[in-house]
């Protein structure tokens, strides 16, 4: 399954109050920075030395940034080889957990093409940071993209405080078009290309998850 289907609940407010405190410090940070700036140069011509350590310094950063490079490179080449080595016939598990909020993802799948897959999502409202009427706003929100929709069976529920969003997808017989015309930003293809199980993987991996 998509990304898109591992929900954020970040509310549009706090985007807001963030980007007022940005405003807010922006003159104090460039004054501040024009300070400094004016007080390494004093420093610099009044101890050559330091001059040798801001090299040293940038020489650390750049190795640094090489190393960053080539974990990613040796990442996405670990991930095709493990693809390589994926079943093509069976059944996998994978979990993500994330601030209050947990995803598991259950794959049928046959030939290395997935044709059926539960998804739960528990929400910990009080983990989250979040009241439970915003959790319960969410959940209303997403059911009513894929309720009665075929192909697709979607619950809601609640227990001991989480709430459970459930998905039980049908690959073989999700009607698309009405996917898209639900939410066509979400569901941008009325006749996808079918699900590969040796593709899923990687993506899950990225973003992640852990098989279980």
């Given at each position: 399954?998509?990304?898109?289907?591992?929900i954020s609940?970040a509310?549009?407010?706090s985007?807001?109050v963030?980007?007022a405190?940005g405003?807010n410090?922006?003159?104090?940070?460039?004054?501040?920075?024009?300070e400094?700036?004016?007080?390494?140069n004093?420093?610099?011509k009044?101890?050559?030395?330091?001059?040798?350590q801001?090299?040293?310094?940038?020489?650390?950063?750049?190795?640094n940034?090489?190393?960053?490079?080539?974990?990613?490179?040796?990442?996405?080449?670990?991930?095709?080889?493990?693809?390589?080595?994926?079943?093509?016939?069976?059944?996998a598990?994978?979990?993500?957990?994330?601030?209050?909020?947990?995803?598991?993802l259950?794959y049928?799948?046959?030939?290395?093409i997935v044709?059926?897959q539960?998804?739960?999502?528990a929400f910990?409202?009080?983990?989250?940071?979040?009241?439970?009427?915003?959790i319960?706003k969410?959940?209303?929100?997403?059911?009513s993209i894929?309720?009665?929709?075929?192909?697709?069976?979607?619950?809601?529920?609640?227990?001991d405080?989480i709430?459970?969003?459930?998905l039980k997808?049908?690959y073989?017989?999700?009607d698309?078009?009405?996917?898209h015309?639900?939410a066509?930003k979400t569901f941008?293809?009325?006749?996808?290309?079918a699900?590969k199980?040796?593709?899923?993987?990687?993506?899950?991996?990225e973003?992640g998850?852990v098989?279980?």
């Amino acid at each position: 399954m998509n990304k898109h289907l591992k929900i954020s609940v970040a509310l549009l407010s706090s985007v807001f109050v963030l980007a007022a405190c940005g405003q807010n410090n922006s003159a104090q940070t460039t004054q501040a920075a024009q300070e400094t700036t004016q007080a390494n140069n004093k420093q610099s011509k009044l101890n050559p030395a330091n001059n040798q350590q801001s090299q040293e310094k940038a020489a650390d950063n750049q190795q640094n940034k090489e190393k960053a490079t080539n974990n990613q490179q040796n990442k996405k080449k670990s991930n095709a080889q493990n693809s390589s080595n994926l079943p093509k016939d069976g059944e996998a598990v994978y979990k993500l957990e994330d601030n209050g909020s947990t995803t598991t993802l259950k794959y049928y799948f046959k030939d290395d093409i997935v044709y059926l897959q539960d998804a739960v999502y528990a929400f910990n409202s009080k983990e989250m940071g979040k009241t439970e009427e915003e959790i319960q706003k969410l959940l209303k929100k997403r059911h009513s993209i894929y309720d009665g929709v075929k192909g697709i069976e979607s619950t809601i529920a609640r227990k001991d405080g989480i709430y459970y969003h459930t998905l039980k997808i049908d690959y073989n017989n999700i009607d698309w078009k009405e996917l898209h015309k639900r939410a066509p930003k979400t569901f941008t293809d009325e006749n996808p290309t079918a699900l590969k199980y040796s593709e899923a993987v990687p993506k899950l991996l990225e973003d992640g998850y852990v098989k279980q």
